[in-house]
């Protein structure tokens, strides 16, 4: 039986994107034909940069989201945008902190770029508000950026607030995502409330389980272009020996997801065409009542940034039971 919360716990969500962690610690949503029961955190603020993704969040969430630099925010620089203004207080601080500059995709610049040094918002964040657990998301190659130094930096960083951090490699299609995705999820407890290390929750699919990609888009297959919101795809020609230019294989999971894929997605098996937005969506765990604002190319970005929400809601349970039992 399910625990009745008559008090949520209060949530600060940095670097939000279109709201798939969000969306996963709020719970109340379907996906691949199964329920996901509400979670007890309530979104009290959440930051993003992006406009579009910030259109995609205000309008499937009824929580406030501030689009803008969460690095100028928190220098002051923007009261007029700060409606609500960030909370003096939360039980919880999420944060997919950009991911980019340390993906095996990309440019490997890690904290030789701004961006990659984004994760120091984080930090700053929770220095000031003190949650009793924050949880932060980024991809696997973190744990090689500079020979491993990279995320000792990052650990480094928020242990130095009293905080007793943990990291784990989670691979997505172990939790029921139709995805090969590996993010490392790093979670932080108050030591000065005398909070012990996280417990990760425990894998919900075997290998031998894992969901295809026939079970979760097959019914899309034949489905009209625009038949159903963002049912559209990239009309980019196959580029052989480029990145995305492949063919997915309806009995396996897909392949990750990606946000600067350019309209390079994958082609769909049936090799006419590539993945649409909606596909994609379905492959992140996104339920078909979630939709992507304003365009295709936009939308595809925002679902290759995101979290998958299944993922999500499991990560946000395991944080529900750990607070249920040491607050």
């Known amino acids: ?39 007890s955190f309530e979104i009290k603020w959440a930051n993003d940069f992006d406009e579009k993704a910030c259109i995609t969040f205000a309008r499937n969430f009824n929580d406030p989201i ?24 939360a039980d919880v601080v999420l944060g997919g902190f950009p991911c980019q500059e340390f ?35 980024n991809v696997k190659g973190l744990l090689s950026m500079d020979n491993g130094e990279a995320i ?13 951090v943990v990291y784990k490699l989670h691979h997505a299609a172990d939790f029921g995502v139709p995805q090969s995705r590996e993010r490392v999820v790093i979670v932080g407890t108050d030591k000065r409330r ?10 919900t699919h075997t290998k031998e389980r894992w969901i295809n990609l026939n079970q979760a888009i097959g019914d899309l297959a034949n489905m009209p272009e625009g038949k159903v919101q963002n049912h559209y795809w990239s009309k980019a020609k196959m580029f052989k020996g480029t990145q995305g230019n492949s063919i997915v294989s309806k009995d396996k999971i897909g392949p990750t997801m990606r946000a600067e894929h350019h309209g390079n997605i994958e082609f769909h098996w049936d090799g006419k065409r590539r993945l649409s937005a909606r ?24 679902i290759g940034n995101a979290v998958p929400p299944v993922l999500g809601w499991h990560i946000a349970g395991a944080v529900e039971m ?3 039992k040491y607050l």
Do not use: W
């Open 66 to 89: 501030v689009c803008g630099d969460i690095t100028q925010i928190l220098k002051g620089n923007y009261p007029d945008l700060l409606s609500p203004p960030i909370p003096l207080k």
């Open 322 to 324: 750990f607070l249920d």
């Open 194 to 203: 005398n909070l012990p290390a996280f417990e990760y929750p425990q894998i």
């Open 1 to 39: 039986m399910n625990k009745i919360h008559y008090n949520k716990y209060s949530v600060v969500s940095l670097f939000s994107g279109c709201g798939g962690l969000d969306l996963g610690f709020k719970g109340n949503f379907s996906s691949l034909g199964k329920k996901y029961n509400t979670r």
């Open 103 to 137: 993906s095996l995709a990309g440019k490997r610049r890690g904290f030789r770029s701004k961006r990659g040094l984004l994760y120091q918002s984080m930090v700053e964040t929770v220095r000031r508000l003190r949650p009793a657990i924050f949880v932060a998301e």
């Open 279 to 302: 596909e994609a969506a379905r492959i992140q765990t996104f339920p078909d009542n979630f939709i992507f604002y304003p365009s295709t190319s936009s939308a595809y970005k925002q």
């Open 152 to 164: 000792k930096t990052i650990i480094k960083d928020f242990s130095a607030l009293d905080y007793s």
